[in-house]
């Protein structure tokens, strides 16, 4: 059984480039997760999605940064423009309701953005 | 600001020995904690969590102690494996259910 899935794997880009990260969730999950680690902050959640709508997204850093989920199986995360420190890997996670305590989030293997 | 903090980026442990990896929150509302486990290129995994009406929660070689009067979590493991050697996550669960990560500690079990 596929996990979630994220893609591209790894992504080198310029300053200033627009940078789309990917992701598909486990099937029959309703809940989606984007996370940012750094070295300093550990994980920090970005965004969260319920039934494909954005229910927080108290953790966007700013404008530039923008997340969609046209529908249950995919959702984008877009940096416009990118700059050096959003240099990190991101995740995306799914789980089957969302913000419970029983609730199990499931990560994708990550994307590992440098921005030069 | 940071609410939950593992302050120990690394932890080395001989194989057979006791792990210990701690994590320290601020927020006394947290009522969930969980601790995430990571291997290189692969995200995290959930390992063992506990509530905050327990002190005690196990799982085989996997034990998380809570002090709530002492705001800190602690997750054993003995004895420790090679295998165990990875990134582990602290987090805690707000009262809008939204996971609080800490830094990560890595640890290394040497054979």
């Known amino acids: 059984d596929a996990g979630v899935i994220q893609s591209p794997r790894h992504e080198v880009t310029e300053m200033g480039q627009e940078v789309t990260l990917r992701c598909k969730p486990i099937s029959g999950h309703n809940s989606l997760f984007w996370y940012r680690q750094t070295m300093m902050r550990g994980l920090e959640l970005l965004i969260y999605?319920?039934?494909?709508?954005?229910?927080?997204d108290s953790g966007m850093p700013e404008d530039r940064f923008s997340a969609k989920m046209p529908n249950a199986s995919f959702s984008t995360l877009k940096i416009q423009p990118s700059e050096p420190r959003d240099s990190a890997v991101y995740f995306c996670?799914?789980?089957?309701?969302?913000?419970?305590?029983?609730?199990?989030?499931?990560f994708g293997p990550g994307t590992r953005l440098t921005v030069l | 600001d940071q609410q939950v903090k593992q302050n120990s980026p690394s932890l080395s442990v001989q194989e057979g020995r006791i792990s210990i990896l701690n994590c320290d929150y601020t927020?006394?509302?947290?009522?969930?904690f969980l601790w995430y486990k990571k291997y290189p290129a692969e995200g995290p995994t959930f390992l063992i969590s506990?509530?905050?009406?327990?002190d005690k929660n196990e799982d085989g070689r996997f034990t998380v102690f809570l002090n709530k009067s002492a705001k800190h979590l602690s997750l054993h493991i003995v004895p420790s494996q090679p295998g165990d050697s990875a990134v582990y996550f602290c987090?805690?669960?707000?009262?809008?259910?939204?996971?609080?990560f800490g830094q990560g500690t890595e640890l290394s079990v040497k054979p």
């Open positions: 996670a799914s789980s089957f309701w969302g913000f419970r305590s029983t609730d199990t989030q499931y």
């Open positions: 927020n006394s509302m947290f009522d969930y």
């Open positions: 987090a805690a669960e707000n009262q809008g259910g939204k996971l609080i």
């Open positions: 999605f319920n039934n494909n709508v954005p229910i927080d």
């Open positions: 506990i509530s905050s009406i327990k």
